[in-house]
């Protein structure tokens, strides 16, 4: 067990920094504080972060960590924190960590023992859920589909056996394969699309799979909130316990085959595991 209080001791810290998603008035005080205070930044990409660092006058030393140098830059970054120094990460835009290799970094320094620190800021999954009119909670965040259209249906297939809102992120040049991809395999859900978040041209699309999939002339990166299968028929023909054993041989566990048809037949969880558990073969 590690148990790290972050502000009463005297670690040295490795800061995970939100930074604004396109709207630059998003940083917040204690962001642009932490990345005057700490010894060195580890950014994405330079030429990105020099610009939200100049804006802001922070003169703190600037290094790279991005997918392609996470191992060797992971050691840099271990080394400065364990010689003495505090370090803060930032990604092109939003946290570093979601859809971004700082996953990477964050286990070796809690190998290490070192602090581990989350300074708060702009989300774009967040973002665009609390306005796309979707059920919030529960929710699934995948990231990134696959570039590969088999592999990406294959992805999605898995979501099929889900009842939550999905939400993915998504660029402009591959939006309508995924959007058709999305029609084919989970069928025509009530679905969002934001796009150019906290920008002057900031765009939520909302309606139907069929309304959006084919649509032009669309730019920017995109999060697509995929609404839960509300319209999913359920067969009362089976018994109680065929239906839940169904659930299993289709590859869900116990736990979730029961939570799935009391969904499905809206009883409650603890009846329908007493019942399985008192008549199951």
């Known amino acids: 067990m590690r148990r790290q209080k972050s502000f009463i001791n005297d670690f040295n810290t490795l800061y995970l920094v939100a930074t604004p998603i396109g709207n630059l008035d998003d940083m917040t005080f204690r962001s ?20 939200l660092l100049n804006h802001f006058d922070i003169k703190t030393p ?12 992971t050691k840099e970054i271990i080394d400065k ?5 505090d370090v803060a990460l930032i990604s092109d835009a939003g946290y570093p960590v979601i859809s971004d290799p700082g996953y990477f970094v964050v286990k070796e320094a809690l190998k290490e023992d070192i602090n581990v620190v989350s300074i708060p800021g702009a989300n774009a ?16 965040f995948f990231g990134f589909l696959d570039s590969k259209e088999g592999k990406r249906r294959k992805q999605l297939a898995e979501f099929s056996k889900q009842n939550e809102t999905i939400i993915l992120y998504e660029s402009p040049h591959r939006i309508n394969k995924t959007l058709n991809n999305i029609y084919e395999v989970l069928g025509d859900r009530e679905i969002a699309l934001a796009r150019e978040l906290t920008k002057k041209f900031e765009e939520i699309i909302t309606g139907k ?6 649509i032009e002339d669309i730019k920017g990166e995109m999060v697509i909130i995929i609404g839960p299968n509300n319209n999913e ?11 839940i054993e ?6 869900l566990s116990e736990k979730e085959a029961i939570k799935t048809i009391a969904k499905k037949r809206k009883l409650q969880k603890n009846t329908v595991y007493m019942e399985y558990h008192s008549n199951k073969k």
């Open 32 to 51: 642009i504080e932490t990345l005057k205070k700490v010894d060195v930044i580890f950014a994405e990409d330079k030429r990105v972060s020099i610009k």
């Open 62 to 73: 600037l290094h790279t960590y991005h997918e392609f140098n996470k191992e060797s830059a």
């Open 81 to 85: 924190l364990m010689s003495g120094l």
């Open 125 to 140: 999954l967040l973002s665009a859920l609390v306005v796309s009119g979707i059920a919030p909670m529960p929710f699934t």
């Open 209 to 214: 799979v069929s309304e959006i999939k084919d």
């Open 233 to 243: 028929e359920v067969d009362l023909e089976l018994s109680l316990i065929d239906a």
């Open 246 to 251: 169904r659930e299993i041989d289709n590859g």
